[in-house]
């Protein structure tokens, strides 16, 4: 039987504009399911869009469109999307299609004949962005959604409901009993103090509108969009009408999440199945949300930008390293266009492309084809080991999604290799003919290095691992990778470089943020030497970090400032990460008067310096004792 593996992404909602932080789950999905291929496992991978509810219905019904017409249009763009940044998933679902309907009604029949589903009447709050119900005791008196912060709307209606309230035990020792079932690990703990809270039945019908699959044995009712939206990721595989097919894939090896959607993923999701009899996916993996440019995500910021104008502007497979190789995947992250810039310059044009381009060039003027190795020496041993380290790294990385990891290693053998290039001196080899053996071995590894690369890449940046292959003549083979394994004698073609560099004077940036009117009116009134004495700025060490919980921007921060300790919230999260800022020399205000944010004491304030989206702390130039005070 051969192996098989499952991975799917969220759907999308079907009116929703991807920008590259949406985009960013379905490009990482991709990587994995590439990467599964490669290692031989006969792999499907599922994206698609989520088309009931009322949130689609008034989005249509705004447009003056038939809600049909309007999701059928929308779902050719995100095909057309997909297809563009060359995702190769097996199916695209859509939660209008037939089968789909069918299978989400026979569920939910089958569930109903457990006697987990009963009538009764809802009265409480709805976000109709998420999609979402939430009691009083989950939000403020504002009456805002919690996720989106938007204004919930009061529902009253009949309902039936799910008894989830039954599986809050069989979950918890669910979860006990499957330590890696949700990660990352922070996230896990999430759900299960959840879980230790207690889980409420939750309402699964709607009656208010009728834009959604009717219930089987109910038609005043349409089913509540998770629920329909969840049971796509079997009925994708044929889950009640092609049973083969079904066995061979099911139960899923991850669904692939953004961290808000984790809930109905990891608690909601399984105890439907659990109530149907089936079998629960064997991980769910919710990752972090990306900011652009330190900015949230939004229209009205300029940075929801479409995938597609950074891939035009970069190339999709630079796109792809930088937020593969930058995002520690499962952490929020920062999409910086500034840093993107950085690593194409360094590490693709200067690290990978100086390497390719200056091996094949010497191969070429010096041979008139790859030549055998014949004269081995020291150094080509270390490279051997970090090339033999390189490639077991990278499979226990990728294994476990740790995506930066993987790539840094990577990295490091290409550094290293450039590094043999100044170490072996192969441009005094060539000048000397009794070296000529030798220069033939030295250009031989180079380029058996640039052939592991190729492969370890091909799951990541597909064009440029294809291109490598190509200029080197050799074959894109897992079960070749190792040491020595170039077939010698062939034609190198050396081409254009890989990547060119970016003139940062000339270039012009595609991400065009909107300036806040914090930025817009940034000159202050005069003040006098006296009012600056009032401030006590000093010099202050980070002895700990942490992230507020359910805060993205906010760090709590211990210092020790002349041996007192003093805990502050800074909101550098999301552009800082707490391990990256212990040790760290700070400018503090210690006599700010303290203050509570989001229920955490704060007693001062870092320094920073703001540009935009861009954010730095103020530190010391040097050493300086903790205390030392700013004048
Ligand atoms: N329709 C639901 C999912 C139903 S799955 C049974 C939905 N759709 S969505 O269009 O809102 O989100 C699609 C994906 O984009 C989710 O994984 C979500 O977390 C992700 N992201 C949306 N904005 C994001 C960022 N700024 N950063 C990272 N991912 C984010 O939810």
Redesign the pocket.
């Known amino acids: 039987m051969s192996k098989t593996f499952y991975v799917t992404t ?4 079907v009116n ?1 504009d991807p920008h590259i ?2 985009a ?2 379905t490009i990482v999905a991709d990587v994995v399911a590439r990467y599964k291929r490669m290692m031989g496992y006969d792999t499907f991978f599922l994206t698609g869009t ?1 088309e009931h509810g009322q949130k689609i219905l008034r989005a249509a019904k705004e447009k003056g469109l038939d809600p049909q017409n309007f999701v059928d249009d929308l779902a050719t763009k995100f095909v057309k999307l997909w297809k563009e940044l060359d995702i190769s998933n097996d199916l695209f679902i859509r939660t209008t299609d037939d089968y789909h309907v069918k299978t989400v009604q026979s569920l939910f029949q089958k569930i109903y004949d457990n006697k987990d589903i009963y009538l009764g009447k809802y009265e409480g709050w709805y976000c109709v962005h998420d999609e979402t119900f939430w009691t009083e005791k989950d939000i403020g008196p504002d009456k805002l959604c919690p996720v989106c912060h938007r204004p919930l709307e009061h529902v009253e209606e009949e309902n039936y409901f799910f008894k989830l309230s039954k599986y809050t035990k069989p979950l918890l020792e669910y979860f006990k009993a499957h330590p890696d079932f949700v990660e990352p690990d922070f996230r896990r703990n999430e759900m299960i103090r959840i879980l230790e809270g207690g889980l409420d039945d939750i309402s699964v019908s709607r009656t208010s509108f009728n834009w959604g699959i009717p219930l089987p044995f109910d038609s005043k009712h349409v089913i509540y969009v998770w629920f329909d ?2 049971i ?1 990721y079997i009925s994708a595989i044929g889950y009640g009408r092609d049973d083969k097919m079904f066995n061979k894939y099911w139960p899923a090896d991850v669904h692939f ?2 961290k ?2 984790n809930r109905f993923h990891s608690l909601i999701w399984p105890a439907m199945l659990m109530s149907a009899g089936l079998p629960l996916p064997k991980k769910i993996f919710a990752h972090g ?2 900011t652009v440019n330190g900015e949230k ?1 939004s229209k009205s910021k300029g940075n929801a930008v479409d995938p597609r104008i950074l891939v035009n502007a970069y190339g999709l497979d630079a796109v792809k390293y930088y937020l593969l190789r930058d995002i520690s995947f499962g952490n929020d992250g920062d999409f910086s266009e500034d840093n993107l810039i950085v690593r194409i310059n360094a590490d693709l044009a200067n690290d990978l492309g100086n390497l390719v381009h200056r091996t094949l060039s010497m191969v070429n003027q010096n041979f008139s084809e790859l030549p055998s190795p014949k004269v081995e020496s020291a150094v080509d041993e270390d490279l051997k080991t970090l090339l033999l380290k390189t490639i077991d790294d990278y499979f226990k990385y990728m294994e476990k999604f740790k995506f930066t990891e993987s790539l840094t290693q990577i990295w490091d053998l290409i550094k290293f290799s450039n590094k043999y290039v100044d170490l072996t001196e192969p441009w005094l080899l060539a000048k000397d003919p009794s070296k000529h053996e030798r220069l033939g071995t030295v250009l031989y590894n180079l380029v058996d290095v640039i052939r592991n690369v190729s492969i370890m890449l091909s799951p990541i940046m597909v064009k440029t691992a294809q291109n490598l292959s190509n200029k080197i003549n050799q074959k894109i083979d897992v079960n070749l990778l190792g040491w020595h394994k170039t077939i010698s004698g062939v034609k190198i073609e050396v081409g254009d470089p890989l990547f060119p560099r970016i003139d940062t004077t000339i270039w012009k940036k595609v991400i065009k943020m909107v300036e806040t009117n914090e930025q817009v009116s940034d000159k202050k009134p005069e003040i006098t030497i006296e009012d600056f004495a009032k401030l006590d700025l000093r010099v202050a060490k980070i002895k700990q970090a942490e992230r507020v919980p359910k805060s993205d921007k906010l760090v709590k921060l211990l210092l020790d400032i002349a041996g007192e300790e003093r805990q502050i919230v800074a909101g550098i999260g999301a552009v800082y990460t707490p391990e990256s800022l212990i040790g760290r020399e700070i400018i503090v205000i210690y006599n700010l008067k303290p203050a509570k944010l989001m229920g955490v004491d704060s007693n001062g304030m870092l320094l920073a310096a703001k540009d935009g989206g861009k954010l730095r702390i103020l530190t010391v130039d040097g050493f300086v004792e903790t205390g030392a005070k700013i004048s």
Do not use: C
């Open positions: 969220p759907i999308y909602y929703s932080g949406s960013y789950t989520d939206a969840l796509n999440v953004g808000e959607i949300w990306l995500i």
